[in-house]
């Protein structure tokens, strides 16, 4: 199999080069055919010139009665042949060469010579050039039939799942998570004992952050948008990273060089095919998912009640497993998550309330401005984007 690869490498480059010489003989040939017309149309020209001359001296000559001999006409030394004027040898004072004068710019005549060999000398080059050309187009098409190139179109393969499959995929996820705040964080907590890293993640979530916790109804959903958020940052939108970090650099590598001049269209169907084949020979990688799993118990295991800290980290084991899974079909799909007021935004909160993404769970305030945003939504990229499922957001 690789010699057979490396083979059709070496002929796709031996094609490659052929179809460029290809195209730099058909420029040429272009080129040199334009100066060949121009060069014909400035002596047919010129001969016109020359025969009225001829004709005028003609008719001076039978008028003065001088038997000086005068050359022939052009009608009676050349014949047109083909729209080209082949030259007749005939006895005239004009043999091996054709002479016209023009009037340069300044008022002088100026002599142009066109000899025979000059114009042989064209038609053979012209005729070595048309048959170098034939033999190299006849060669391409040749190679070409039996190495037919990529299409160059961009398609983006079928999906193996539907939107009704990825929905029930996301709907356990949320249900996961909204289960555990319930049960492990729907109490209040005196903000003087939340440490410093503490501080600057729920601020990073929303300013009020220290009313959601005196407050008993809506401490749960601080702290379910705090997992999502590390879900959101570390996975969701990290799809090349799910089956390892080497893996996902080397991608990322390649998608940042591809996007200099590829389009979106070429460049999300790139990455469509490739994450599906590093799905097909990848497993997940382990450590990824265990260090997410830490980063998670890190931020919660001081809030948390009721529960220890192997049994909290088994649940968000369950948790981070669930949003993995999500995020290999994420990769290799349309579809994403948004956890900002549009795609690729850095914004967390502070932005409007838009009804076509966003599922209102509760109002925090008497202005419409997402405060605290509790889940990402679903989107479908078809061909724009489209909500499947809303996210949860309090005002």
Known sequence: MDSLRKQL?????????????????????????????????????????????????RQENAATGSSAKLPPTPVEGTKNVGGGLNLIPAPTLIDEAMVTTVKAEGGDDEKVVITRAAMQEAEEKFKKISEELAEKTKLCDSIQRRFPPPSCSVKIPELNFTDDMVIIRWEKLRGLVRTLTLERFNHTIQPKLVPEKSRSEFEALTR???SYMSNEKLTCYIFRALIWRYLYTCLLRKYWQVWGREHGDACV??????????????????????????????????????????????????????????????????????????????????????MTDKPHSQLNYGFPYRLETMELKGRFGSHTIVDLMVTPCLLKRDPDYAALVKADVIC
């Open 9 to 57: 490498a070496e002929t796709q480059d031996a094609l490659h080069k052929k179809t460029t010489q290809v195209r730099e003989l058909r420029v040429k040939y272009t080129e040199e055919l334009n100066a060949w017309k121009q060069e014909k149309v400035g002596f047919d020209q010129k001969l016109r010139r020359l025969e009225a001359e001829i004709q005028q001296l």
């Open 253 to 338: 590598n390649l998608a940042n060089l591809f996007s200099v001049k590829a389009s979106d269209n070429e460049l999300h169907g790139w990455r469509v095919h490739t994450l599906r084949l590093i799905h097909q020979t990848c497993k997940l990688d382990a450590g990824i998912m265990a260090e997410v799993t830490n980063k998670i118990l890190e931020a919660t295991k001081l809030f948390a009640i009721d529960i220890s800290t192997e049994e909290l980290k088994k649940k968000l084991s369950e948790i981070v497993a669930a949003a993995a899974e999500l995020t290999t079909i994420f990769g290799r799909s349309h579809y994403q998550t948004l």
């Open 208 to 210: 009020h952050w220290k």
